[in-house]
T-cell receptor, first 113, second 114 residues
């Protein structure tokens, strides 16, 4: 799986958009970009994933650059409950075969009033 | 639906004792996983199961065993606990809908071995 680089921490004011960057310059053509988050003491929570097109769901948007070497997770209106560690994971996706997720150190997002 | 449930929420265990951590999912996912998370470290895979009746070793399997008798349950057993197994344990399951295997995690079991 490709290595990812994320800033260790970020701050965001409540109600503003939180833009979390991730570099994955060695990504392969068949590797997806996944985002998970972990709120203190809870299990990791899936947010979104994509291959090369931008994706949006009820939680967030994922913007992947055309060369796929970096991506940005966007929380459009951050709330205090979005304070968490956010993990960007790049991996080949498997069907029918279990495969581990490799969590790096992630970005600790602090949402403030 | 409940998703993934784990029991117990937390446990203090004497070294040398055995214990089974329970994990149940109601999403009919084929694959299930056990991870451990230690302070300052990321999640590490202990064991996994592609489907009922099959299991496999992850990156840190020593001291742990698993079974997968049916789709819903994936218990993790520590036969003789040691202090280095003090950790938070997360169970996960994944589907392969739309050609990707998104993993969903349970709330975790905090285990302290003394």
């Amino acid at each position: 799986d490709a290595k990812t680089t994320q800033p260790p921490s970020m701050d965001c004011a409540e109600g503003r958009a939180a833009n979390l960057p991730c570099n994955h310059s060695t990504i392969s053509g068949n590797e997806y970009v996944y985002w998970y988050r972990q709120i203190h003491s809870q299990g990791p929570q899936y947010i979104i994933h994509g291959l090369k097109n931008n994706e949006t769901n009820e939680m967030a948007s994922l913007i992947i650059t055309e060369d796929r070497k970096s991506s940005t997770l966007i929380l459009p209106h951050a709330t205090l409950r979005d304070t968490a560690v956010y993990y960007c994971i790049v991996r080949v996706s498997f069907t029918g075969t279990a495969s581990k997720l490799t969590f790096g150190t992630g970005t600790r997002l602090q949402v403030t009033l | 639906t409940a998703g993934i449930t784990q029991a117990p929420t937390s446990q203090i265990l004497a070294a040398g004792r055995s214990m089974t951590l329970r994990c149940t999912q109601d999403m009919r996912h084929n694959a299930m996983y056990w991870y451990r998370q230690d302070l300052g470290l990321g999640l590490r895979l202990i064991h996994y199961s592609n489907t009922a009746g099959t299991t496999g070793k992850g990156e840190v399997p020593d001291g742990y065993s698993v079974s997968r008798a049916n789709t819903d349950d994936f218990p993790l057993t520590l036969a003789s606990a040691v202090p280095s197994q003090t950790s938070v344990y997360f169970c996960a399951s994944s589907d392969d809908h739309r050609g990707t295997d998104t993993q969903y995690f349970g709330p975790g079991t905090r285990l302290t071995v003394l």
